[in-house]
């Protein structure tokens, strides 16, 4: 018995396909927020994830034990982007109280604040940290892209744009995007201040950026607007490989996707509160599933594993039933 269960494991911890996908469904739910919840970020070295809430909490989980570890409040700034640095325990998230756009470096072990990044005028809309070095980018409604040093107060570099932008480092933090008003342009990060060294189109699709991201591997990226679309293109090239489409998001939402482990999925929510997967490379729809919300669900795949979890007014864990998938049926 044991050893079946292993040899199960196993097997499915090879490959993901479009079988195991459609099989996913939840399998744990964490139902006691009082508020939307905002943002969510994965650890990429540990099994803990960070929340954040319109009820102004900040929670740490350990996915792997299932277990709330801990619930920090944020009255006094309100917290809505939350993102880890390289340790577990410490991050680094923005206020929502409207007064104060600061940037805080926060650590959970003893809810010390250990620094604040102050340069942003308006609400900080994106949110990317390498997850190699100490340096991390926000981007603000102010239509400022400010770079910054983890040990540093003050701003490395400040990109102006037109437009609400979104903007993310690749895994290795070589390179950097900044999306906005149907482009996305291309930094070297080490000469971003020479301007980009590439612009890539979404063919015409001039809704406001939402999120944009990098496959683990760098060879994808992908951007969702707020007129319901995800774009997936080459990273190289620039190349637009597929667009998938789903209902459009009101103003104060945020549609997001992300890619598996692999890059061969992504997985995206819809303007409807629908859940939906993709196969990249064909353009095909995968599956979806239908969820209890109003709102499109923030969406993160846990890094190295079958899993993916949605946020918006209760944080879900979605896993495969393997009583589903025909290769393990009848193996007990």
């Known amino acids: 018995m044991a050893g079946g269960q292993q040899e199960r494991e196993e097997k499915v911890?090879?490959?993901?396909?479009e079988e195991i996908i459609q099989s996913m469904e939840v399998g744990l739910a964490f139902r006691d927020y009082s508020g939307r919840i905002s943002s969510m970020d994965f650890h990429k070295a540990s099994s803990y994830l960070v929340t954040a809430s319109d009820d102004e909490s900040i929670r740490l989980y350990d996915v792997a034990n299932a277990t709330c570890l801990k619930t920090i409040n944020s009255k006094k700034y309100g917290v809505d982007l939350v993102s880890f640095t390289s340790h577990p325990t410490t991050v680094i998230y923005s206020s929502k109280n409207g007064w104060d756009e600061s940037l805080r470096l926060l650590s959970l072990n003893d809810n010390k604040y250990?620094?604040?990044?102050?340069g942003h005028h308006d609400r900080v809309v994106s949110l990317s940290l390498c997850s190699s070095k100490k340096c991390f980018l926000s981007a603000s409604l102010d239509?400022?892209?400010?770079?910054?040093?983890?040990r540093a107060e003050k701003c490395q570099g400040l990109l102006r744009v037109q437009g609400r932008p979104a903007a993310a480092y690749d895994d290795q933090g070589l390179v950097f995007a900044i999306a906005f008003g149907g482009y996305i342009r291309m930094f070297d990060a080490r000469k971003y201040d020479k301007g980009p060294f590439d612009i890539f189109s979404v063919e015409g699709d001039?809704?406001?950026?939402?999120?944009?991201k990098f496959s683990n591997d760098g060879r994808l990226m992908l951007l969702t607007t707020a007129g319901g679309n995800i774009h997936v293109l080459d990273s190289f090239r620039g190349t637009l490989l597929s667009t998938f489409s789903v209902k459009p998001i009101s103003s104060n939402s945020t549609l997001?996707?992300?890619?598996?482990?692999?890059?061969?999925?992504a997985v995206s929510g819809s303007g409807d509160g629908s859940v939906h997967a993709w196969n990249v490379h064909t353009g095909k729809e995968v599956t979806g599933w239908m969820c209890n919300e109003k709102e499109p669900p923030l969406i993160k795949w846990a890094p190295g594993t079958l899993m993916f979890a949605t946020a918006s007014s209760e944080l879900s864990f979605w896993i495969p039933d393997l009583s589903k998938l025909g290769a393990y049926v009848g193996r007990k």
């Open 206 to 212: 001039f809704s406001d950026a939402n999120v944009v």
């Open 256 to 265: 997001e996707a992300t890619f598996c482990p692999e890059g061969m999925y």
């Open 143 to 150: 239509r400022t892209v400010l770079l910054w040093d983890q």
């Open 114 to 118: 250990l620094r604040y990044f102050k």
């Open 13 to 17: 911890s090879l490959e993901l396909t």
